[in-house]
Nanobody, 122 residues
């Protein structure tokens, strides 16, 4: 069972980017999927999440209104759509999974993807 995050890249401030989180070996329509990020010299922080089954989303204040998380049930993919990117969004982005409801604590998530680099130039 694996999670794989993809879609990172180098963009300019104000651009948009879409990250995908896909699972192999399990269906995750009934799992909570979260995105975390870790910038250079920073601790890993919660970005947002989509809850199991009912797909309620929650976001960190720093990305609210700019980032959107959605789930494609048919493809077993969760999308992180990032708009109006800022240099401070530069980080390695990780997706993670848990069976319970949304939390912002990384320690609550039991399965992690490998991370994808997002770099935003000014």
């Amino acid at each position: 069972v694996q999670l794989q995050a993809s879609g990172g890249g180098l963009v300019q401030a104000g651009d948009s980017l879409s990250l995908s989180c896909a699972a192999s070996g399990l269906a995750f329509w009934d799992k909570t999927i979260a995105w975390f990020r870790q910038g250079p010299g920073k601790e890993r922080e919660f970005v947002g999440a989509i809850s199991r089954i009912v797909d309620i989303t929650r976001y960190a204040d720093s990305v609210k209104g700019r980032f959107t998380i959605s789930r494609d049930v048919n493809k077993d993919v969760v999308i992180l759509q990032m708009n109006n990117l800022k240099p401070e969004d530069t980080a390695v982005y990780y997706c993670a999974l848990r069976s319970g409801p949304v939390t912002q604590a990384s320690s609550d998530y039991t399965l992690w993807g490998q991370g994808t680099q997002v770099t935003v130039s000014s």
